[in-house]
């Protein structure tokens, strides 16, 4: 059974940082393309950042520059660090897995969801 928890998320001022962590169980993690994204009320899911096996990555523009993904394979974990928060950033933030090793930024093409953990920045 895959089993994705996400945790980090919390209140946060403007112009702070904060650290999301996945931690990833039951899936071949290391050939697997793992993902953000984010979701706020009345709207659809949002791509953030993708990193695949080999550590190659994607960003969506509202948050390229300002986010790093990262993977640590032995632990089965992928992190997203965040900083110089906008009020915009506020959402539900889902972690997820892809049975691909390959890149994706649409919400279909990822196999598996973790719950979600929120993310509020306050102005």
């Known amino acids: 059974q895959v089993k994705l928890v996400e945790s980090g998320g919390g209140l946060v001022q403007a112009g702070g940082s904060l650290t999301l962590s996945c931690a990833a169980s039951?899936?071949?993690?290391?050939?697997?393309?793992m993902g953000w994204f984010r979701q706020t009320p009345g709207k659809e899911r949002e791509f953030v950042a993708v990193?695949?096996?080999?550590?190659?990555?994607a960003y969506a523009p509202s948050v390229k520059f300002r986010t790093t993904i990262s993977r640590d394979n032995d632990r089965n974990t992928v992190t997203l660090q965040m900083n110089s928060l906008k009020p915009e950033d506020t959402a539900v933030y889902y972690c997820?897995?892809?049975?691909?090793?390959?890149?994706?930024?649409?919400?279909?093409?990822?196999?598996?969801w973790g719950q979600g953990t929120q993310v509020t920045v306050s102005s």
């Open positions: 997820a897995a892809r049975t691909s090793r390959y890149l994706a930024t649409l919400a279909g093409q990822y196999d598996y």
């Open positions: 039951g899936l071949a993690f290391s050939t697997s393309a």
């Open positions: 990193i695949n096996w080999s550590g190659n990555n």
